[in-house]
C-alpha cells in the first residue's frame, strides 16, 4: 500500500474514472491520505462525482510519472469516521475554505475495496502492487 500511496504522491495530480449512466467520467484529483493500511480519497458530497460513486462505486484511480502509471481499481466505499478528515485538513489546510459550515459543503472520504492495483511502463512490463 505505502508504495501505491508513494506513487500517488510523487504524481501529485491522478484522475478518478466513474460512471454517469453510460457515459464514462475522469477528473484530476490530488487529496489523498494514508492510514490504517488504507489510502482515503476526498470529494465534495455535493458533487456529481459523489452521486456516480454512490450510484455505481465501481471505480478507476489512474496517475501517471516518468513514462509509468499506476492503475487502481475496486469498490469506493465511504467512511465516515471523523479522524480522516481532520487529518485531511491537517494535510491541505485550504480545503478549510470550501469543507465549512459557512459553505455548507462536506467532505466524502473513501476508500477502495476489493482493490487491485498494477504498476505499468511503457515498454509493457506490468508490477502486481495489491
Known amino acids: 500500500m505505502s508504495e501505491l500511496n508513494d506513487f500517488l504522491t510523487e504524481a501529485g495530480v ?3 474514472a466513474t460512471e454517469d449512466g453510460k457515459q464514462p467520467k475522469v477528473r484530476p484529483l490530488g487529496a489523498h491520505l494514508e492510514e490504517d493500511g488504507k489510502i482515503f480519497f476526498t470529494i465534495g458530497d455535493h458533487k456529481d462525482v459523489y452521486k456516480q460513486i454512490t450510484d455505481n462505486p465501481l471505480v478507476e484511480i489512474v496517475a ?3 513514462r ?3 492503475r487502481y481499481t475496486g469498490k469506493a466505499v465511504f467512511d465516515d469516521e471523523p479522524k480522516y478528515a481532520e487529518r485531511v485538513l491537517e494535510m491541505l489546510p485550504h480545503l478549510k475554505n470550501v469543507y465549512n459550515e459557512k459553505t455548507g459543503y462536506k467532505m ?3 476508500h477502495l475495496e476489493d ?3 498494477v504498476l505499468l511502463d511503457m515498454a509493457g512490463n506490468c508490477k502486481q502492487l495489491l
Do not use: E, G, T, V
Open 115 to 117: 482493490s487491485h492495483a
Open 64 to 66: 501517471y510519472k516518468n
Open 108 to 110: 466524502a472520504i473513501f
Open 14 to 16: 491522478f484522475f478518478l
Open 68 to 70: 509509468q502509471w499506476i
